[in-house]
């Protein structure tokens, strides 16, 4: 009996080490369903604790899945859940030699040197088409599209090193509206004609019409191209434009996935709070191109670092708006665990204007207190995570995002206290499979994510800009400064092949537009240091200092991957109730007023019904 249950045991050992080696160890993108899939399985306890730097590899979700089927006591999952996990092992399973229809793609493989080194190709296509409508009271309509098509190449090269590289163009359509002017200080701000310090202004328009507010995404890369002038370089496609999307990466993988180091352009989502609530480092965010790495030496401890250089904003040009946008990137996490019950994090961060600085980009240096070597030019963030985990019962977590304080001051009223917080809980539930409510309550201060623009060495008199973004989106959370935000969600997939999410949201952000704007509402926010100590424009009284928009907003979608084609049909729906509130004084008075509910010409009500249907075909 014991002679059997070795042979059993090795043979369970060379078919998943088989599983494993056919494994790329290039990243799977954050849009996967898989990753819903392992936040629940660690949730109910099936997995060891998950790593907080997100995406992950191919290599790495395949031996967590393996781990969940293999590992997981009897009963814990049903019958439908091992479908699902199941299917998600022969998506990521080495494909087949030569020409697959089912993939859209061609698969090669051969070996090299006199080791017979494993060498491998696969190129494929991909298409992916959605349509959107906003459908306003007022008896506007508007629509909006994304047509995506696509050649990728990845693979191979040996056992621990993978490529991937993407090619996308696409047809876009997001239009917005226009709704006015906002200063980068505050409306009568003066330092003189000598200061280099001067107010601008600058357009604010809406969020796209044709979307949830704060949900879209812009998935092309520096600019977008009008056919009206397909030679100019244009910000932003209110009608169809074309464009373009090339992410790509080298990824090394050492000591069985203990260490992983990648060079890439993607997205990234960092922190051990539930998946898609980072303050620091969110999934939301515009990729940029990084080196970065991770080492998980033990199970209670793991270190990643990342540095890279951000990308502009096209507003004015190719050349006038990268003048003063010229920024890198780093930022260092270190994760501590006990078991599957308690996660600590500790993030520190930092925007710096390029130059060549060994400092931020080493793992082994706090940025926080690097910046006392080498000077104040530089935007520092620190950010904490503490998550308490009850596996099959659920977990609740706090976060803050600390862009600066100062811990003399009263933390709750001036706009210095420029900290983004956040709490919530996630539970899973026991009907349906891999199905769990998730309900947060985030707030962003007024400045948060901001910085004022700096004169730096190495730049002459040029005032570069330094705030907490990239391509014009904020690299931490995705509401803007003064904004809180309530998210109730809940998410299921109650089939092999179909997923389902029901969300409500409350958001209510100050406005960065209008006779009432209240100031530090906008990432171009930029706070006076020279008037914090005697200006009341610098008292902050949430929804008390100005008008504020609230969002009322449901949306209902799902997802069904067709049984036996390469074509999943996506969409989801639901209504947006927006209005405003206003105060009976003037704004930013640094005094706390009364507000009520108003409907006007500068800030009018708004009901509108949000539709968006797609298709995905031959997706990676």
Known sequence: MLFRKKIAGMYLSMVLCASLCAQTHSSVSLENQVYHILEQAELKGLCTPLSGMRPYTRSVITRKINEILNTEKTGRLSGTERAILNQYLDQFAKPKTGIDWQRGAFFAETVAGKNDTPLSANIGVTADIEGSAGIYTDDTHYTGMELWLGVYLNGDLGHHFSYNFIYEGGLVKAPRTY?????????????????????????????????????????????????????KYNSWPEDAAGAYNLPAELTASFLENKLIMRLGRISRDWGSTSFGSSLAFNQMARPFLAIEAEFNPVAWFGIASLTGFLEYYNAYG???????????????????????????????????????????????????FYQNNVGDFDNMAITLSLKAQYPGLGNIWFSVFVDEIDLKEDLFTLDRQMFAAQAGIHVPLPFLSFSSLKISYTKVNPYCYTHPRVITPWNGDTLMETAYVNNGVSLGYYLPPNSDEILVRYKTMPAKNVSAHLQYQLIRHGADFGPSAVDGSNL??????????????YKSFFLRDGAY?????????????LPGLPVSLYGEAGPVISYFTNIDGPANSGKSSSYARIDTFDYAESTSFIVKIGVRVFSR
Request: proline residues 5%; hydrophobic residues 35%.
């Open 179 to 231: 709704l006015g002017k906002y200063n980068t200080f505050y409306e009568g701000f003066d330092k003189g004609t000598t200061s280099p310090y001067q107010n601008r202004t600058f357009d604010v328009y809406s969020e796209p019409v044709t979307h949830f507010p704060y949900a879209y995404t812009k998935r092309w890369d520096g600019s977008v191209f009008h056919f009206s002038n397909i030679g």
């Open 318 to 368: 190719v050349k006038k708006s990268a003048m003063d946008f010229q920024n890198a990137f780093s930022i260092n996490m270190l994760q501590f665990r006990y078991k599957n019950y308690l996660f600590f994090d500790i993030i520190d961060s930092v925007v710096w204007p390029k130059r060549f600085e060994l400092g931020y980009a080493s793992p082994i240096t706090n940025n926080f």
């Open 524 to 537: 171009l926010s930029e706070l006076d240091y020279g008037g914090i100590a005697t200006n009341p424009v």
């Open 549 to 561: 928009q609230w969002y009322h907003i449901i949306r209902v979608g799902a997802e069904w991957n």
